[in-house]
């Protein structure tokens, strides 16, 4: 099966700082990775498929980027909105997975 | 526009089983392929299930293989995850979700509902 690991864990930033999370499968997974936003009480929202491709009604400040086995999620200018938890999940295979998340707070 | 509503969760004794359904508006239901995701309190997501628009395709995740069972109904827009033979570590909120798929993206999961609570305790 393929395992997905996600640093740093968490992490605390301020508004308007640039964010990256990483995201690595252990295996090549192609460009077959998603990433979703989860607030707190809420279901996860779809922000990036395919590696790079963004949402529609996703801001413009979400990129995502990467193949093979290290995988990206950028926020250019982090919002009041986007504290929340990012998680990673691959489709290379219907066995589908998740990687265990990144919170993003407040500093 | 698309809704997706679990409902079918509650409070179950170990080894028990229960039946939950997900509700689907605001699109051609029978066209998508289907998919539950769980998560434990406090804890990350778990994908568990998947099936494709006819039914043809069905996978599992080792922690739930055999003991629960992914169907549809298309003429009622549903899904459905039969869960049986219950443990403590299956307490969560089960999600289901629309799996969209493209040749050049493979599968994502743009909608998803709010969730059912599935509490196992005795």
């Known amino acids: 099966d393929i395992q997905m690991t996600q640093s740093p864990s968490s992490l605390s930033a301020s508004v308007g700082d640039r964010v990256t999370i990483t995201c690595r499968a252990n295996?090549?997974?192609?460009?077959?990775l998603n990433w979703y936003q989860q607030k707190p009480g809420k279901a996860p929202k779809l922000l990036i498929y395919?590696?790079?491709s963004v949402q529609s009604g996703v801001p413009s400040r979400f990129s995502g980027s990467g193949s093979g086995t290290d995988f990206s999620l950028t926020i250019s200018s982090l919002q009041p909105e986007d504290f929340a938890t990012y998680y990673c999940?691959?489709?290379?295979?219907?066995?589908?997975?998740f990687g265990p998340g990144t919170k993003v707070d407040i500093k | 526009q698309v809704r997706l509503v679990e409902s079918g969760g509650g409070l179950v004794k170990p080894g028990g089983s229960l039946r939950l359904s997900c509700a689907a508006s605001?699109?051609?239901?029978?066209?998508?392929?289907m998919t539950w995701i769980r998560q434990a309190p406090g804890k990350g997501l778990e994908w568990i299930s998947y099936?494709?628009?006819?039914?043809?395709?069905?996978n599992y995740a080792a922690s739930v293989k055999g003991r629960f069972t992914i169907s549809r109904d298309n003429a009622k827009n549903s899904l459905y995850l039969q869960i049986n033979s219950l443990r403590a570590e299956d307490t969560a909120l089960y999600y289901c979700?629309?799996?969209?798929?493209?040749?050049?993206?493979?599968?994502?999961?743009?909608?998803w509902g709010q969730g059912t609570l599935v509490t196992v305790s005795s």
């Open positions: 979700a629309r799996a969209l798929f493209g040749v050049t993206t493979a599968y994502y999961f743009d909608s």
């Open positions: 605001g699109f051609t239901f029978s066209d998508h392929y």
């Open positions: 099936i494709s628009s006819t039914s043809s395709f069905i």
């Open positions: 295996q090549s997974i192609n460009i077959y």
């Open positions: 395919a590696a790079s």
């Open positions: 999940q691959h489709s290379y295979t219907t066995l589908f997975s």
